[in-house]
């Protein structure tokens, strides 16, 4: 049975328990598994979910702000320090692979990765996409944030299971969501900021809330957690379970869900 590891579960400003929002999604053992963004302590979050080395095949970039993709090279030189020997397969929209090709390129003179033990591939997607991403049928989505990013979503044996990363409200989280079991989103803000939501496209709780009512889930995760000070998980939680009947929780850093 898949499950997904919550890597990091912070917004932009990491705290003393929280890192950046990254996610492992991790399935039977014929299944490679996919990392999702790569920012914060990306790396020991991985060893400390036993997935630092080969397990996972594909790295999925959801766009290009700093807590997502910022860690990416030292991600790459500690795999090579680590022992891995899998390729590793990075993925993103079109401006996303070439941000993260020219962050690697920049670190050119430490990541010498011709004579690595491990390949690094860079492949683009694009809105409506659909391709094996660690082993698992996924459809990538265009969301509407400051800069292109992109959700996804994974068709698993246990029910579908949709990430919607970084955005506002769009119908976009509708057409890719509809009808899975679970929607992971992001909940950057409370609805008492509702307007600094919108001048940085994020979502508040309520709306996280909606958007799940609106595509009929089960379980609605809350990540990408404004930490910052007035906020809190019990409040966001409370408030999006206004607009959602459904489950809503909010994870640790570390925490694991059941696909
Ligand atoms: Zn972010
Ligand atoms: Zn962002």
């Given at each position: 049975?898949?499950?997904?590891?919550?890597?990091?579960?912070?917004?932009?400003?990491?705290?003393?328990?929280?890192?950046?929002?990254?996610?492992?999604i991790v399935g039977d053992a014929t299944t490679p598994g996919l990392?999702?963004?790569?920012?914060?302590?990306?790396?020991?979050?991985?060893?400390?979910?036993?997935?630092?080395?080969?397990?996972?095949?594909?790295?999925?970039?959801?766009?290009?702000?700093?807590?997502?993709?910022?860690?990416?090279?030292?991600?790459?030189?500690?795999?090579?320090?680590?022992?891995?020997?899998?390729?590793?397969?990075?993925?993103?929209?079109?401006?996303?692979?070439?941000?993260?090709?020219?962050?690697?390129?920049?670190?050119?003179?430490?990541?010498?990765?011709?004579?690595?033990?491990?390949e690094v591939t860079f492949t683009t997607v694009e809105d409506g996409?659909?391709?094996?991403?660690?082993?698992?049928?996924?459809?990538?989505?265009?969301?509407?944030?400051?800069?292109?990013?992109?959700?996804?979503?994974?068709?698993?044996?246990?029910?579908?299971?949709?990430y919607t990363s970084d955005t506002q409200p769009t119908p976009a989280?509708?057409?890719?969501?509809?009808?899975?079991?679970?929607?992971?989103?992001?909940?950057?803000?409370?609805?008492?900021?509702?307007?600094?939501?919108?001048?940085?496209?994020?979502?508040?709780?309520?709306?996280?809330?909606?958007?799940?009512?609106?595509?009929?889930?089960?379980?609605?995760?809350?990540?990408?957690?404004?930490?910052?000070?007035?906020?809190?998980?019990?409040?966001?939680?409370?408030?999006?379970?206004?607009?959602?009947?459904?489950?809503?929780?909010?994870?640790?850093?570390?925490?694991?869900?059941?696909?």
């Amino acid at each position: 049975m898949a499950h997904a590891i919550f890597l990091g579960t912070a917004a932009a400003l990491s705290v003393a328990d929280r890192s950046n929002t990254a996610l492992a999604i991790v399935g039977d053992a014929t299944t490679p598994g996919l990392l999702i963004d790569a920012g914060g302590d990306i790396y020991p979050a991985l060893c400390r979910a036993h997935l630092a080395q080969d397990e996972l095949s594909d790295l999925f970039i959801t766009h290009t702000h700093i807590d997502h993709i910022g860690s990416l090279p030292s991600l790459i030189e500690c795999y090579r320090l680590g022992g891995r020997h899998a390729a590793l397969h990075i993925y993103g929209l079109p401006e996303v692979i070439e941000t993260a090709r020219e962050i690697v390129h920049l670190f050119g003179y430490e990541l010498t990765m011709d004579t690595w033990t491990f390949e690094v591939t860079f492949t683009t997607v694009e809105d409506g996409q659909q391709l094996s991403l660690g082993g698992m049928p996924a459809t990538i989505a265009r969301m509407d944030h400051t800069l292109p990013s992109a959700g996804l979503r994974l068709a698993l044996p246990g029910g579908d299971f949709t990430y919607t990363s970084d955005t506002q409200p769009t119908p976009a989280i509708q057409r890719l969501g509809q009808g899975s079991r679970v929607l992971v989103t992001e909940c950057t803000y409370l609805n008492e900021s509702a307007s600094f939501a919108r001048i940085s496209r994020h979502m508040t709780a309520l709306e996280a809330g909606q958007q799940a009512a609106t595509c009929d889930v089960e379980t609605l995760g809350l990540v990408h957690l404004g930490v910052a000070a007035g906020w809190s998980v019990d409040a966001a939680c409370a408030e999006a379970a206004k607009a959602f009947s459904g489950t809503v929780f909010a994870p640790s850093d570390g925490d694991t869900l059941q696909l």
